[in-house]
């Protein structure tokens, strides 16, 4: 599968912000901390980069949709960069909430990179493309850890926050040669009429549904790993250090492998009566693996035997590809047409509920047992495998449909 300039250029800037990210991110705390910031600051500086990242996602999905593409991703990565950079002059910590904030535009603009994905790939090569370009989020993980903690140990944190602005700021260089094409709303008259449902909303709001919950399950027990493997299994920070850096390996590993696999064989009849949609078979199955293989994570890690976290956590980087499958299967429901960015960003919207209610779930039952959260999240996990499998042996199939009829169907 060769990539198209754009999407090349695009997948560019997007590891370079996410180097910047994983530089800045993990000392964030200790930077806090070195400008007069206590545990309650550290707190209120890092929910200021969530808060500025939901702020903005909306606005620069409308930019997306009413001047183009580029303009949105360079908006995104230009204020992103100009955040960190405005944190590596704070002297107070008060001083870093401005940057902080603006740090994450570069997140809210990943709605646009999954648009430009969607209209950049044909239908056919649509999943792996995503799996490809995502793969640059734990390639900036491996690397952005690794270069920050040298820099700060070198030469200070306030350096190493330095050198993630300067990394952000390439990144814009890398979206201003994507050429603008035709207007996102510009499709032809045959799509307008396929992308215009009589009860889509339904189809959409199920959608949406289902994914905010699986999210939330899937998810549940993230910010526990390390705890786990410290309080539980005894490991040392050393140790847990590995650990973390093999879960960032085994998200590579998934998302070069989605790069390969799975071929387009097909879709599939999802819905009930006249409110349905059309999925890719090829995509299902690879939303069925990625789950079984979470499911798996769950169920395997509270096992306090040798050499099991190493076996859990390969199988955990398959959810980092979920993202990029689910991504995919969002080009389906979200036909294309005017304010296709702002529409699929009301689903990330959705998901972002299930982000929000997953760390405080997760909190509650660790506190009841900590190996609670991962069982939980196995078995739910395991349990949609189950589901997609069924849909994929039991619901209509549909031939491969050619390029004009590719958006998703409703009744």
Avoid at 102 to 111: H, I, T, V, Y
Avoid at 142 to 171: I, K, N, Q
Avoid at 230 to 249: D, I, K, M
Wanted: charged share 10%; proline share 7%.
């Amino acid at each position: 599968m060769a990539l198209g300039r754009n999407l090349r250029l695009a997948g560019l800037a997007f590891l370079l912000w996410s180097l910047a990210y994983n530089i800045n991110a993990p000392l964030l705390p200790l930077f806090t901390g070195s400008v007069g910031g206590e545990a309650f600051e550290v707190g209120l500086v890092a929910g200021a980069g969530a808060a500025g990242a939901l702020v903005m996602v909306f606005p620069l999905s409308m930019v997306s949709d009413r001047f183009g593409r580029r303009s949105a991703l360079l908006a995104g990565w230009v204020l992103s960069a100009i955040g960190v950079l405005l944190m590596a002059g704070a002297t107070s910590w008060q001083g870093l909430l401005p940057g902080t904030f603006l740090s994450l535009a570069g997140a809210a603009a990943l709605p646009t990179l999954n648009a430009l994905i969607l209209e950049e790939s044909p239908p056919e090569w649509r999943a792996r493309s995503f799996a490809l370009l995502y793969a640059a989020g734990p390639l900036g993980l491996l690397g952005g850890s690794a270069l920050g903690g040298l820099v700060a140990e070198l030469y200070g944190l306030r350096m190493a926050v330095l050198v993630a602005g300067l990394c952000s700021l390439t990144a814009t260089l890398a979206v201003i040669p994507i050429k603008v094409g035709a207007p996102p709303e510009a499709v032809s008259s045959h799509q307008r009429s396929a992308s215009r449902p009589s009860r889509g909303p339904l189809a959409h709001i199920a959608f949406g549904s289902v994914a905010a919950v699986g999210f939330l399950f899937v998810t549940l027990p993230s910010n526990f790993i390390v705890p786990y493997l410290r309080e539980v299994e005894g490991q040392s920070l050393l140790s847990t250090g590995l650990h973390s850096s093999l879960l960032a390996a085994a998200q590579l590993g998934w998302s070069l492998l989605f790069t390969v696999w799975p071929r387009t064989s097909g879709h599939v009849r999802v819905g009930y009566k006249q409110t349905y949609l059309t999925l890719p078979t090829s995509t299902l199955v690879g939303v069925a693996v990625c789950l079984a293989a979470c499911g798996a994570f769950g169920l395997l890690l509270p096992i306090q035997l040798p050499g099991i976290p190493l076996l859990a956590l390969i199988l955990r980087g398959s959810q980092y590809t979920l993202q990029g499958l689910g991504s995919s299967l969002l080009g389906d429901v979200v036909s294309p047409g005017p304010s296709r960015t702002v529409r699929m960003t009301a689903f990330n919207a959705a998901v972002g509920l299930g982000a929000v209610g997953a760390p405080i779930a997760s909190g509650w039952l660790y506190g009841l047992g900590p190996a609670f959260p991962f069982w939980v999240s196995g078995v739910a996990s395991a349990g949609g495998a189950l589901m997609v499998a069924a849909a994929l042996i039991y619901l209509p199939r549909e031939a491969p449909r050619s390029m004009d009829s590719e958006v998703a169907h409703f009744g």
